[in-house]
């Protein structure tokens, strides 16, 4: 089963199954899904024996529904379960008490964070406390002001930091085919004892698909990705070689399990 919603790509996939000398099976069908909705039907019906998936990361709920309340699902269980996100918010949100935190100052906190700073104490480190004796002198302006003091401290010593839910929320909101719907369909497909990996057309670092990979990690599931910048590689047949590879591999491990 291939559930992918770029043509190209799904050109490319069954194209290797069907004509690829090099892969050691026997194709007997071969299910193509392009968005959620399908995906899930199709795996209802989906054979466990001699079979597996490969998923890709983001695609519609339903293509063309513009739907996007599945897509935020997906993106708070990936948040659900990181813990330095949590961690993150939890110190962000304590500056909030005292300072605007609008989107250049949330990067910037975060870029503080994620250089090492221990965000778990970060309520007892000076750092914080000087912020929370400054603000605690409230004015009309004093979330303003102490906005623009808290920039003026960490501007030159932290770059941005990465909002990786912000980011993905962002996507969402520019089209129904960035959702990360590829771990629900990934998680229905465990469920029914599929073997699976999921595939992408990024690489893992991408700021979209960092949350993924690390879902994946924490779950023990197989992401194959592209090369930084090469999209392309998705669309040639040596990019399904490879994940075909892998899902060969998650299958024979189940077996002997």
């Known amino acids: 089963m291939i559930v992918e ?18 892969r050691p099976l026997e194709v007997t069908a071969i299910h193509s899904a392009q968005d959620y909705r399908l995906a899930i039907d199709q795996l209802e019906t989906f054979p466990i024996s001699n079979s597996g998936a490969i998923i890709d990361c983001f695609f519609p709920m339903k293509t063309g529904s513009n739907d996007s309340s599945l897509g ?37 906190l975060r870029g503080h964070f994620q250089s090492g700073m221990n965000t778990a104490r970060f309520k007892d480190g000076s750092f914080f406390k ?17 906005n623009l003091i808290i920039k003026n401290t960490l501007r030159g010593h932290r770059g941005q930091g990465k909002d990786y839910y912000g980011a993905l929320r962002a996507a969402i909101k520019e089209s129904e085919s960035n959702q990360p719907l590829g771990i629900l369909v990934a998680a229905e497909a465990e469920r029914r004892g599929i ?19 690390n879902y994946a990690s924490q779950k023990g599931w197989a992401l194959v990705d592209c090369r930084p910048n090469s999209t392309e590689e998705k669309s040639q047949q040596t990019f399904w070689h490879r994940a075909y590879g892998v899902l060969e591999s998650r299958a024979k491990t189940k077996v002997r399990l």
Do not use: C, W
Request: net charge negative; aromatic share 6%; no cysteine.
């Open 130 to 146: 000087a912020i929370a004796q400054v603000g605690s002198l409230k004015t009309n302006d004093s979330k303003t002001t102490m």
């Open 195 to 213: 073997p699976f990996v999921l595939a992408t057309s990024t690489h893992h670092h991408d700021i979209l698909t960092q949350p993924i990979q």
């Open 72 to 108: 935020e699902e997906a993106v708070r269980r990936l948040e659900s379960t990181d813990p330095h996100e949590k961690e993150v918010r939890a110190a962000i949100d304590s500056v909030r008490e005292y300072a605007d935190v609008d989107e250049d100052l949330n990067g910037m």
């Open 5 to 22: 919603d770029n043509p190209e790509f799904g050109t490319a996939a069954v194209k290797f199954f069907l004509t690829a000398t090099e």
